[in-house]
T-cell receptor, first 115, second 114 residues
Framework: DSGVTQTPKHLITATGQRVTLRCSPRSGDLSVYWYQQSLDQGLQFLIQYYNGEERAKGNILERFSAQQFPDLHSELNLSSLELGDSALYFC??????????????FGPGTRLTVL | AQSVTQPDIHITVSEGASLELRCNYSYGATPYLFWYVQSPGQGLQLLLKYFSGDTLVQGIKGFEAEFKRSQSSFNLRKPSVHWSDAAEYFCAVAYNTGGFKTIFGAGTRLFVKA
């Protein structure tokens, strides 16, 4: 158990809909990262937040957005969903920002299925 | 552009045999390299990391990796594979842009036969 929790574990929805994925980092970790894992794209970095502020952005679509709240949990919002958004979404946390070498601890993921 | 290549999509080894998983990276500056393991239905777990110093890095579960700058490689090794090592392995390179971006390879699926 990494200490990172993600809810829900599974999510099934329809095209055009909007969903919110939630992540609680390990106790004391200030950084949260979001990743998308799909068969065709592999594992891709989406975005990083540190103590409530966006720090790094990867291949995140404009239809997707994220935020980190004062209690440090984070939410990833996916809107206007398309079939291709079906994937496993991981959250990870670490205790430092912008300091290379900090280990990221991954949550178990949320499996999103768009029908 | 930064990239990570894992040339082997899957590898099968016998239990007790040695293992080497290949990883090549492309990055202009000093790379920060990682190997992660993902078991079915699980998140990723860090096996080891390299930032500087000794080019042979020891990790958890008996794994080690060697950084070779001249070959832009960071291959993962284990002298004797156990059935529980069957999983998917990801090589990754990280770089600092004010934040911390990590690029993952496509992964290598390891099968272990008895």
């Amino acid at each position: 158990d990494s200490g990172v929790t993600q809810t829900p574990k599974h999510l099934i929805t329809a095209t055009g809909q909007r969903v919110t994925l939630r992540c609680s980092p390990r106790s004391g970790d200030l950084s949260v990262y979001w990743y998308q894992q799909s068969l065709d794209q592999g594992l891709q970095f989406l975005i990083q937040y540190y103590n409530g502020e966006e720090r790094a952005k990867g291949n995140i679509l404009e239809r997707f957005s994220a935020q980190q709240f004062p209690d440090l949990h984070s939410e990833l919002n996916l809107s206007s969903l398309e079939l291709g958004d079906s994937a496993l979404y991981f959250c990870a946390s670490s205790d430092e920002a912008g300091v290379l070498g900090n280990e990221q601890f991954f949550g178990p993921g949320t499996r999103l299925t768009v029908l | 552009a930064q990239s990570v290549t894992q040339p082997d999509i899957h590898i099968t080894v016998s239990e007790g045999a040695s293992l080497e998983l290949r990883c090549n990276y492309s990055y202009g500056a000093t790379p920060y390299l990682f190997w992660y393991v993902q078991s079915p239905g699980q998140g990723l777990q860090l096996l080891l990391k390299y930032f500087s110093g000794d080019t042979l890095v020891q990790g958890i579960k008996g794994f080690e990796a060697e950084f070779k700058r001249s070959q832009s490689s960071f291959n993962l090794r284990k002298p004797s594979v156990h059935w529980s090592d069957a999983a998917e392995y990801f090589c990754a390179v990280a770089y600092n842009t004010g934040g911390f971006k990590t690029i993952f390879g496509a992964g290598t699926r390891l099968f272990v036969k008895a």
